[in-house]
């Protein structure tokens, strides 16, 4: 699933990987976060636009709607 994240975790896994062997610099933890925050938002945006799109079925109304049916 890509929904425009892919380069964030790309970069945020290789940041991963280099913190856990040689560690960041001041410039690399801040760009760390900086991608983290635009991952989480960028995440929070495409499953906003999921559940918006779903759309509700039940027994008594075949379509969602709001209106009951006589």
Request: hydrophobic share 25%; no cysteine.
């Amino acid at each position: 699933m890509d929904n425009g994240t892919e380069p964030y975790i790309k970069r945020i896994n290789e940041l991963a990987r280099k913190a856990k062997t040689v560690g960041l610099t001041d410039d690399e933890l801040e760009e760390r976060n900086e991608l983290r925050k635009r991952y989480i938002e960028a995440f929070k945006g495409s499953l906003r636009n999921q559940l918006e799109t779903i759309k509700f079925v039940d027994e008594d109304q075949s379509d969602g709607d709001s209106k009951q049916h006589n």
